[in-house]
């Protein structure tokens, strides 16, 4: 065994729902590494000094989880220059020299989800539609735009907020009214749910699928439960689908790396190890 014990974990308040740590344990073992990845429910009031004290407390780093991901941003050193555009982290690195790193992989989770489905998939294959404007779009959007998306149709409910972050992302992102989701589907070739309708004990999405070509690749980023009505919907008319798993499971890839020094897989037992958990 390595003499060094490597130590990571997440923060969130509420964390105990979290499945992060059933994901970095399943690599640890498989690596046969020497380290651990823990809960840490952190208050929000204590964000500053639990930031703070990853360091003294011998932390290669951890993962940052609800409600925490824009307030870290305050108490970390550097930050990597998309998750800034992103606005949010959702790791953090000690470096060697003690300083704080924050990153979002969220957007690398969300691109290499699509691939799991669709090896080849590329940003510049058409028009993108995405639903939502919250936190997770945002990841999406600045993931989407740095892969070379020529055009993402953005809807959100509030227009206003659709706006806002299209002026502020720039690039390809139009806004468009929630009322003409249905419309703006049309000759799209990527379609995504970021928006929490559809998730167990939520509203249904209501949304018609008629314009969206039937090769389009639909995508939710929903993964309770793991087929959407969106999802079932697409499946229906024949549309490639890919649920909110993958995107779970690859964004926890970069984090671990970065921590235990190997990149992991996300391989079918643990697809079937964490969906058991769902
Ligand atoms: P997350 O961080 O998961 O993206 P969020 O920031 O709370 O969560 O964003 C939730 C998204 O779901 C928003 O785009 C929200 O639309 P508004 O910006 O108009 O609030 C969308 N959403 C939530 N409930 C909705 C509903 N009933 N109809 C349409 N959109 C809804």
Redesign the pocket.
Known sequence: MASTFILAGVMGWPVAHSRSPAIHQHWIAQHQLNGTYVLLPVAPERLGDAVRGLRALGFAGCNIT?PHKVAAMAHVDVIDPAAKKIGAINTIVVRPNGELFGMNTDGFGYLASLRDVQADWRADRGPVVV????????AILVALVQAGAPEIRLV???LD?AQALADELGGPITAHR?EDRHEVLDGAALLVN????GMGG??PLHLDLARLPVTALVSD?IYVPLTTTLLAQAQARGNPTVNGLGMLLHQARPAFEAWFGVMPEVTAELRTRIEATL
């Open positions: 609800i639903l939502g404007a919250g936190g997770a779009a945002r959100n409910r509030s907020k929630w970021t928006t929490s309708l939520q509203e980023i």
